[in-house]
Every structure is written in C-alpha cells, then in structure tokens.
C-alpha cells in the first residue's frame, strides 16, 4: 500500500494493479535519447509505455529463438 495518507481511489488503484500484474520500473537514461523516443512515439501516434512493451516483447522473443 502507498506510504503515508492515501486517498480511497490510491488504495483502489494500487488494488487494481497489485491483481492485474502492472509494476512501476524507473531507468536512468540519457536526456536526450528520452526526449527523441518521446518525439518518435508522438509522431507515430504510439504511447512510450506500448512501444516499450513492444520492443521488449519483440527482445525476448528474438533472445529466446537464438538460444
């Protein structure tokens, strides 16, 4: 549960969460490879969390081909 005093709707969406499997991740990376990913996501019309996902689904897959 979140620290402090949180809202019912903080507690409801933890919940939700915790039961949907979703996890927060926090990367440190160069400035301006974040700033031109958000450009390239924006001018394709594709969220930065779905082209994430996509390109890690597409790493693993091509990981687990080669082994």
Do not use: H
């Not at 019912?8 to 400035?31: D, F, P, V």
């Not at 490879?33 to 996902?53: D, H």
Request: hydrophobic share 25%.
């Amino acid at each position: 549960m979140p620290i402090g005093n949180p809202t019912q709707q903080s507690k409801a969406t933890r919940k939700y969460e915790e039961k949907t499997g979703w996890i927060s991740k926090s990367y440190k990376l160069k400035k301006e490879i974040v700033e031109e990913f958000a450009k390239a996501c924006e001018k394709n019309g594709e969220g930065q969390a779905t082209a994430l996902t996509r390109m890690m689904r597409n790493y693993i897959e091509v990981t687990n081909d080669t082994k």
